[in-house]
């Protein structure tokens, strides 16, 4: 076991966070706000409101959903997609269109 020196004087085996900041996400050591467990998604709507068929992509992070999102719109707009609602888990985070600006 390869062991590096901690804060304090103590040592922690290697690959170990020596604090929360350096832990990943998901690592269940309460690093990160609003991650870990929580599963981001996309829900598409017509122009009605209604909600349609679309990729069923799970995202660990809202930045990630996001990052997603802004290489799939024109893509989704164009199979007839007019709104993208944004849901961690089952709460709603936004809504938002997917029509040209001034639409």
Avoid: H
Wanted: proline fraction near 8%; charged fraction near 25%.
């Amino acid at each position: 076991m390869v062991v590096r020196p901690a804060r304090r004087g103590k040592a922690l085996p290697a690959g170990v966070p020596a604090t929360l900041a350096e832990a990943p996400a998901d690592s269940g050591c309460g690093a990160g706000k609003g991650t870990g467990d929580m599963a981001w998604t996309w829900r598409y709507e017509n122009p009605s409101g209604r909600p349609v068929d679309g990729p069923r992509e799970t995202f660990g992070s809202q930045a990630d959903a996001e990052s997603w999102i802004g290489q799939t719109w024109r893509e989704l707009a164009g199979s007839g997609v007019t709104t993208v609602v944004l849901m961690e888990d089952e709460r709603v985070e936004y809504r938002m269109s997917l029509a040209p600006a001034g639409e």
